[in-house]
């Protein structure tokens, strides 16, 4: 992750993720990404699935997504589609994922977004070859593990997972400019181990929808890796103890407090996925390190609102 100076200061972590509302493609799309750039951000946020023979994929999910899938018929897909891992990339590839099905959750959520028919699965290899030719030398990667220890069966193992990301990483030669995060903090504690020349994030979410901490609960959370927040008492606490130096915290979950006792353990904050911009100033209020959104453009203008320094545009 770059290192930014707080909200307060000159600069701010920007990192574009899924660019439904502002791209031209949906998430599983490489050519988003390029959006992104020449919106100009700091960071690309993505998400990440192994096929069946093994390839690395851009996807926000472990299953095709139906709000934005088509089969070979052209029709939408009446359910979640077929599990990533349990198919080749050529089998993936019948699929088009360039359009948000009228009607849809996601319809009502990216409205601007622009439809690019015939936009097939892309693979992180893709994305990295993108980045190269933009000629951009600076902007970041931060890939999520898609993998979940309540669904094991539906991804590949959390070590075999990350080894492969790894390997791809350091293939690719971007290194110094991955990081790796997720819910799922046994791929962190391998990537600690095993390649510590790649930075890790910590993300955490203690929503209904979602949590991964556990504060409450009477059994110990499988997301942690071991990690209980019953023995340090705040989350912050709990990413120090198992080797973190980046926290991502939904951004609801957030408060001043917690981002200035963040701070004061060394650990950089970043708030995910914030696209309101009521809230996206609230945020940068609050002093985050990093704002992780759909929408860069409305980080942007925020950001020069403030008087921050904003990241270099790269030209399509």
């Known amino acids: 992750m770059l290192q930014a100076s707080r909200c307060q200061g000159l600069a701010l972590d920007q990192l574009a993720q899924r660019s439904e509302s ?5 998430s599983r799309a490489a050519g988003h990404r390029e959006r992104a750039l020449a919106i100009g951000v700091t960071t690309l946020e993505l998400d990440v699935a192994i096929t069946r023979d093994g390839v690395l994929v851009i996807s926000h999910d472990p299953a095709l ?12 897909l009446p359910a979640p589609g077929p599990l990533i891992h349990h198919h080749s990339l050529a089998e993936l590839r019948r699929f088009d994922l360039g359009r948000i099905k009228p009607g849809s959750r996601y319809a009502a959520q990216f409205p601007d977004q622009v439809a690019v028919d015939g936009t097939r699965l892309a693979t992180l290899a ?22 979940s220890p309540l669904a094991p069966a539906d991804t590949l193992a959390p070590e075999p997972f990350t080894r492969a990301l790894i390997a ?17 903090w046994r791929t962190l504690q391998l990537v ?10 910590y993300l955490s979410a203690q929503q209904h929808w979602l949590d991964n901490i556990g504060a409450g609960a009477a059994t110990d959370s499988p997301w942690t890796a071991g990690w209980r927040y019953r023995d340090h008492g705040s989350v912050p606490k709990l990413v120090q103890a198992a080797g973190g130096r980046i926290w991502a ?3 609801g ?21 914030v696209n309101d911009p009521v809230q996206i100033a609230r945020v940068m209020d609050l002093g985050v390190d990093g704002v992780i959104s759909d929408r860069p453009d409305r980080v942007r ?16």
């Open 192 to 201: 600690q181990r095993e390649a510590p020349e790649i930075s890790t994030v």
């Open 249 to 251: 915290a939904y951004f």
């Open 301 to 316: 203008a925020e950001m020069a609102r403030r008087g921050l320094v904003l990241p270099q545009a790269t030209p399509p």
């Open 22 to 26: 502002v791209a031209d493609g949906p």
């Open 65 to 76: 997504n139906p709000e934005i899938t088509r089969g070979p018929d052209g029709q939408f």
């Open 126 to 147: 893709e994305l990295f070859a993108l980045v190269r030719r933009s000629g951009n030398e600076t902007v970041r990667f931060d890939i999520e593990t898609k993998v």
């Open 253 to 273: 979950d957030l408060d001043a407090g917690l981002v200035k006792q963040a701070q004061a353990l060394g650990l950089q904050v970043l708030a995910w996925t």
């Open 168 to 184: 791809a990483i350091r293939d690719a030669g971007m290194a110094a400019r991955s990081s790796i995060q997720s819910f799922d």
